[in-house]
């Protein structure tokens, strides 16, 4: 038998690896059916018929869960406070809170208003300077002492007290 020149082969070998490597996807949603049908869009249908068939249910177990939540609201307090004292205390100021209600629209119905009686805004002292003039005064821890010596007819009176501290309230706040 003649030989023939070349080796012992091992092609097929290396093709079965190299398909190995190049099929690496296994999502077949692209392909079609024996209908013509995508899978895509057959599994939707099937996901979306399981998904109908479980809303009853999943709607039942949350009206189950809202109801379980409106009893632990409506259930009473694990906590309780019982001091007799503070309870007789809030009921004391309760009760003096009313007679003192009662007291004062009893007096202010048994008081008479009258528009004469002066029952101004004003304050009390400016009730009879309406018309005179108010005198000025020095403010003395401004640094202002001769400013208004001409128009004040009383500034020997008050040159005298030099002081910062003026007891009779010599300077305005303004």
């Given at each position: ?6 080796g012992?082969?091992?092609?097929g ?5 190299l ?5 690496k996807?296994t999502?077949?949603e692209a392909?079609?059916d ?16 399981e998904?109908?068939?479980q ?7 949350k009206?189950?869960r809202?109801?379980e ?6 259930a009473?307090?694990k906590h309780?406070f ?8 809030c ?6 809170l ?6 004062g ?11 004469e009686n ?6 009390p002292g400016?009730a009879?300077?309406?018309?005179a ?10 640094g ?17 007290d ?13």
């Amino acid at each position: 038998e003649p030989r023939l020149c070349g080796g012992k082969g091992g092609f097929g070998s290396m093709l079965r690896a190299l398909g190995a490597q190049i099929e690496k996807t296994t999502n077949r949603e692209a392909c079609r059916d024996l209908s013509g049908r995508r899978l895509r869009d057959v599994n939707h249908e099937k996901a979306m018929a399981e998904w109908v068939k479980q809303q009853a249910e999943r709607e039942a177990e949350k009206e189950q869960r809202r109801l379980e939540r409106l009893q632990r609201k409506l259930a009473e307090p694990k906590h309780s406070f019982t001091n007799p004292d503070y309870q007789q205390q809030c009921h004391e100021m309760a009760e003096r809170l009313e007679d003192s209600v009662l007291k004062g629209l009893q007096a202010t119905s048994s008081k008479l208003v009258s528009p004469e009686n002066g029952s101004s805004r004003k304050r009390p002292g400016e009730a009879g300077k309406n018309g005179a003039k108010s005198r000025k005064r020095k403010c003395f821890w401004l640094g202002l002492e001769g400013l208004d010596d001409a128009d004040s007819s009383d500034s020997e009176d008050d040159s005298e007290d030099d002081s910062p501290h003026t007891s009779d309230g010599s300077c305005p706040s303004g």
